[in-house]
Structures are given as structure tokens and as C-alpha cells.
């Protein structure tokens, strides 16, 4: 057996974070987590950060409690103090908008409001358990270092968050970050509807700009370009997550009288969820548990992707050319697609081109132009928001100019409104220099080794 694989961890510490970092924890024997890398999204990064504090000191509880316990075996070798782990501060808001959460699904403190609950049954410690050790480096850095300090292709990353920590990274050394093993993220939705939005799953909606950053502007550096390369990104969106559920009844140990600390930590953080899950049934009749009392493992899936899936590194080399094949059970399929950023009611929506003549080919968007007043005629219509300020600013200034113009000369006036007016319409019709490409390629996972496989190797992870 080789050498485990370095992982570093991007999260927004909500409830199914925590359960996925416990998984991660419990098979050292594939995985050795290096950093946890904390970035806004389900919760504040303040709240995060306590989050995995929490976690860890349950976690070492348990292990003092039950130290012959073999389900445990795995977490005993990960908690060990020589297996160094860097918690790291991140992203406090996207890179460009308001800044959203969750905190319908995950509390106002990221994990059902524990913190809140009468007598604090579950304390922040006074010290940081083992192995954490804290820096005051920021995500992005630490991500930066850690692939610098190592081979390339030896360290991957998985994102169960907002893209923010890594699109900074990213532009902050290119070089460096193109040394990634390969990334696993859960994120997004192509054929189906959100979860977050109607349009849009939340860690695209919480940062739709670091995404587009990542999928359409990164393979355009000169690196990758060159090569016509990629980033090795493996995408988990809503599509393949949402099938795998587990019922809540084994995760809180419904069945099991005298439950342990981890036990009674995970039912804590669940309890939340769980009873918004019931709320969507029927009133007026019995609850089908089978039906609504369920919990969607999104990120745990993620993260068992990057446990035991081969990274885009290991299974191709080049990360260039469309795939669509399984490897280790798991089915990966090349998709073209485009996110939406500044749609009101689309934030985040990653736009798949369903016309049949232009399946799986890029789209693009036909490039409009301002015909206001003389000077802006031939201007293209740009989506940057910061663009598209500062154009209509030098529209106000044209148009101030061109009305002291029409008041010095007023016959040239009407002269000039039909004129603009006529190349207003003319414009509507643009040729295809005039477009703009919107899209990138990911490889994206559209089945597992299987729901029953996930729920019974994630129920062992988290020793239930």
C-alpha cells in the first residue's frame, strides 16, 4: 500500500462539513488531512473556526472514552500528535457581492445552534486540541505553501465550500496552485433545480465570481493555454449528490440507548436539519420517514470522492481531453457549461446549452452595443458590473456634450436622435466576431459506486 494522499480541506464548517472532515479523519490509511482551510458560506468564518474546534475536542473525548473501541482505529491514528493539522482563516465575504449563508439549514452557528443550547453541553475547550495548530497565514497562503513544499500532483484539494480561498489562490501564484493533484468539489447543478435558489446550489451561489474564475478565465493562462489544459477540477454537483440520502434515524442512533460522546455530538448538530426535513411533509398525514426523514450527504460525498476515486493527475495526465469512462466505480463525464453571475434570479446558475444543434459544443452570447449618442456607437455591450459602470458614466458625459451640442445647433438635433435610433436597431443584429465565449469544461461525477456502498462505508466513518 503507497503512501496516503495529502488533502487539504476548504470549508465552510455547517453540519454535513463536520461529518465529512470526521470521514476524512477516520481513513488515514488513504488520506493524511494537511490543512483545514476555513472560507464564509454556511456560516461566518468566526463561527467555522470554532466549529472545527468543537469537533476536534469531541473527537479526542471519544477517544479517551473508548480506547479499545475498533471502529476507532483510524481516528486514533489521524489525532495523533506528531500528524500536524493547519486551521487556517480564509474568505470572509465572496470576491465580488453581498455576502450570503445558511443558516435556515445550519443555525446561525454552523452546526444547529449548539452553541446555544441551555448549559453548553458542548464547550469550546481552553486550549486547541491535537493535532490542530492554528497560523496566522491566510487560506489561500496556506494552500499556496503546502503546494509548494510538495511534489507535484501529490496534494489535492477538496472544496465543500465557496470557491473563494481557492480562486485567491489561484491568482495570487498560478504557477504554484497548477502543482494541485487534482481538486474535488461539491458545487453547482446542470440538469436539475437548485438547492440554495430555484436556479443555483449555494456554494455557486455564495461566489459565483471565483467559480467563473476557475472554470471559463483560468484556462486561458498561458500555462494551460499552451497545452489547451485545464484545472483537474472534479465536479459533485446537486445532480449525483442529491441521490445519496441516509436516514436520519442511523445517524442519530435512534436505536441505541446509551449513546456516546461522538454519538450525541452528531445527533446534536442534526437535530436542526432533521426537523426541517420533517416540516416538508404532507400535515395532515403520517410522516413517511423513508421519504422526509432523510439526510443528503452533499459534501460527505465529495469528500468520499477524493478518498477513493483516482485524481484527475493519476487517471490523465494532460487534463485535456474529454472523458467520459469510470475509474474505481466512479463514472466521470466531460460538460460544457457557463455560470451566471449577475443575474438578479439566476445568481449562480450554471447554464448548460440543452439546444440539440449545439450539444456539448461552447456557446456564446451575442456582444449588443450602446448607439446613445455618436461617440459610444460602436461600444460592446460588457457583463463586468465594474465595466459596465464606468461605461455608462462616459454615456452621462457624451451625452452632457452632445447636449450642449444640440443647444448651440439646435436644426442638428432631430438629425441626430433618428440617427442614433436607426443604429440602436441595427446593432441588434451582430456577427459572430462580435460574441463572447461564456464556458468551460469540468469533468464532472455522475454516479458513485453506488447509494448503498456510501451509506454503508459513511455509517463505519463516523463509527455509527
Known amino acids: 500500500m503507497g503512501n496516503p494522499t495529502q488533502i487539504i480541506i476548504n470549508c465552510d464548517p455547517g453540519i454535513d462539513d463536520v461529518l465529512s472532515i470526521i470521514m476524512a479523519l477516520s481513513h488515514?490509511?488513504?488520506?493524511?488531512?494537511?490543512?483545514?482551510?476555513?472560507?464564509?458560506?454556511?456560516?461566518?468564518?468566526?463561527?467555522?473556526?470554532?466549529?472545527?474546534?468543537?469537533?476536534?475536542?469531541?473527537?479526542?473525548?471519544?477517544?479517551?472514552?473508548?480506547?479499545?473501541?475498533?471502529?476507532?482505529?483510524?481516528?486514533?491514528?489521524?489525532?495523533?500528535?506528531?500528524?500536524?493539522?493547519?486551521?487556517?482563516?480564509?474568505?470572509?465575504?465572496?470576491?465580488?457581492?453581498?455576502?450570503?449563508?445558511?443558516?435556515?439549514?445550519?443555525?446561525?452557528?454552523?452546526?444547529?445552534?449548539?452553541?446555544?443550547?441551555?448549559?453548553?453541553?458542548w464547550p469550546l475547550p481552553?486550549?486547541?486540541?491535537?493535532?490542530?495548530?492554528?497560523?496566522?497565514?491566510?487560506?489561500?497562503?496556506?494552500?499556496?505553501?503546502?503546494?509548494?513544499?510538495?511534489?507535484?500532483?501529490?496534494?489535492?484539494?477538496?472544496?465543500?465550500?465557496?470557491?473563494?480561498?481557492?480562486?485567491?489562490?489561484?491568482?495570487?501564484?498560478?504557477?504554484?496552485?497548477?502543482?494541485?493533484?487534482?481538486?474535488?468539489?461539491?458545487?453547482g447543478n446542470l440538469d436539475v433545480p437548485g438547492n440554495d435558489t430555484p436556479s443555483a446550489e449555494f456554494n455557486a451561489f455564495a461566489d459565483p465570481f471565483a467559480f467563473r474564475i476557475l472554470l471559463q478565465d483560468a484556462p486561458k493562462f498561458p500555462a494551460l493555454k499552451e497545452l489547451s489544459k485545464r484545472l483537474p477540477f472534479d465536479m459533485l454537483p446537486l445532480d449525483i449528490t442529491n441521490q445519496h440520502k441516509v436516514p436520519f434515524a442511523q445517524l442519530c442512533s435512534d436505536a441505541v440507548k446509551e449513546k456516546n460522546i461522538l454519538q450525541k455530538f452528531i445527533a446534536a448538530i442534526l437535530a436542526h436539519p432533521r426537523q426541517r426535513a420533517n416540516a416538508r411533509a404532507p400535515k395532515d398525514e403520517p410522516l413517511d420517514r423513508e421519504k422526509y426523514d432523510n439526510?443528503?450527504?452533499?459534501?460527505?460525498?465529495?469528500?468520499?470522492?477524493?478518498?477513493?476515486?483516482?485524481?484527475?493527475?493519476?487517471?490523465?495526465?494532460?487534463?485535456?481531453?474529454?472523458?467520459?469512462?469510470?475509474?474505481?466505480?466512479?463514472?466521470?463525464?466531460?460538460?460544457?457549461?457557463?455560470?451566471?453571475?449577475?443575474?438578479?434570479?439566476?445568481?449562480?446558475?450554471?447554464?448548460?446549452?440543452?439546444?440539440?444543434?449545439?450539444?456539448?459544443?461552447?456557446?456564446?452570447?451575442?456582444?449588443?452595443?450602446?448607439?446613445?449618442?455618436?461617440?459610444?456607437?460602436?461600444?460592446?455591450y460588457h457583463p463586468e458590473p465594474s465595466l459596465r459602470m464606468s461605461r455608462r458614466i462616459s454615456r452621462i458625459v457624451s451625452w452632457i456634450k452632445t447636449d450642449k451640442e444640440d443647444q448651440a445647433n439646435p436644426s442638428s438635433a432631430g438629425t441626430k436622435e433618428v440617427e442614433a435610433t436607426f443604429q440602436e436597431t441595427a446593432d441588434l443584429h451582430v456577427n459572430d466576431e462580435q460574441k463572447r465565449q461564456f464556458t468551460g469544461e469540468w469533468d464532472i461525477v455522475i454516479s458513485s459506486p453506488g447509494v448503498d456502498w456510501f451509506r454503508g462505508m459513511f455509517l463505519k466513518s463516523l463509527t455509527l
Not at 33 to 38: L, P, S
Not at 39 to 48: A, D, E, I, R, Y
Not at 303 to 331: K, L, T, V
Not at 339 to 359: A, F, I, N, P, W
Request: charge should be negative; aromatic fraction near 6%; include cysteine.
Open 28 to 121: 488515514p490509511e488513504k488520506v493524511q488531512v494537511r490543512a483545514i482551510c476555513i472560507s464564509h458560506g454556511n456560516t461566518t468564518v468566526l463561527h467555522g473556526r470554532e466549529n472545527i474546534v468543537r469537533l476536534f475536542s469531541v473527537l479526542q473525548k471519544h477517544i479517551e472514552e473508548n480506547p479499545d473501541e475498533a471502529q476507532s482505529e483510524g481516528l486514533k491514528k489521524a489525532l495523533k500528535s506528531d500528524n500536524k493539522i493547519i486551521l487556517a482563516k480564509g474568505a470572509s465575504h465572496p470576491l465580488q457581492g453581498p455576502t450570503f449563508n445558511s443558516s435556515a439549514y445550519h443555525g446561525k452557528d454552523g452546526l444547529g445552534d449548539i452553541s446555544t443550547l441551555p448549559g453548553d453541553p
Open 126 to 187: 481552553d486550549c486547541l486540541p491535537e493535532p490542530l495548530v492554528e497560523t496566522d497565514k491566510s487560506a489561500d497562503e496556506v494552500m499556496l505553501d503546502i503546494l509548494r513544499t510538495n511534489d507535484s500532483g501529490t496534494v489535492q484539494i477538496v472544496s465543500l465550500a465557496p470557491l473563494t480561498n481557492l480562486a485567491l489562490a489561484w491568482q495570487k501564484d498560478p504557477v504554484t496552485f497548477l502543482r494541485v493533484g487534482g481538486i474535488s468539489a461539491m458545487l
Open 295 to 380: 439526510f443528503t450527504a452533499h459534501d460527505p460525498l465529495a469528500m468520499a470522492h477524493a478518498i477513493f476515486c483516482p485524481s484527475p493527475i493519476e487517471r490523465n495526465e494532460q487534463i485535456n481531453e474529454p472523458i467520459d469512462e469510470s475509474f474505481s466505480e466512479w463514472h466521470i463525464k466531460t460538460r460544457t457549461f457557463g455560470v451566471e453571475t449577475d443575474g438578479y434570479l439566476t445568481r449562480g446558475e450554471c447554464v448548460v446549452d440543452h439546444r440539440q444543434y449545439s450539444k456539448g459544443k461552447p456557446f456564446t452570447i451575442p456582444t449588443g452595443t450602446y448607439a446613445n449618442s455618436a461617440s459610444d456607437r460602436n461600444e460592446r
